[in-house]
């Protein structure tokens, strides 16, 4: 091998946010990997067609959308508002 010029690959833990974890070698930066998904948890591998959520990505999504919509009917209702003052 040739010096100087490898990236280095070093063992490291892996940590699923399901609680899954297990070593490999990367060349990752630090010894250790965090994971959203992993085979143990994803549905294409469990088989269930279970919505996953283990780090709140979708109720932050779900808050968005109805934060979202709470805004775009008041600007509907004033709106309105305007129109029908302007008649
Ligand atoms: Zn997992």
Redesign the pocket.
């Known amino acids: 091998m040739q010096a100087g010029i490898h990236p280095n690959y070093h063992e490291i833990k892996v940590t ?5 974890s297990w070593s490999t070698r990367s060349t990752v930066k630090g010894d250790t990997l965090r ?8 549905p294409f591998f469990t088989g269930r067609q279970k919505l996953i959520d ?1 780090e709140g990505r979708v109720s932050l999504f779900q808050r968005k959308a109805a934060k979202s919509k709470a805004l775009q009917e008041q600007n509907a209702a004033r709106k309105a508002g305007k129109a029908e003052s302007a008649q």
């Not at 699923?16 to 899954?20: L, M, T």
């Not at 994971?35 to 994803?42: K, P």
Request: some cysteine.
């Open positions: 699923c946010a399901c609680g899954a994971l959203e998904i992993c085979s143990s948890c994803h283990t």
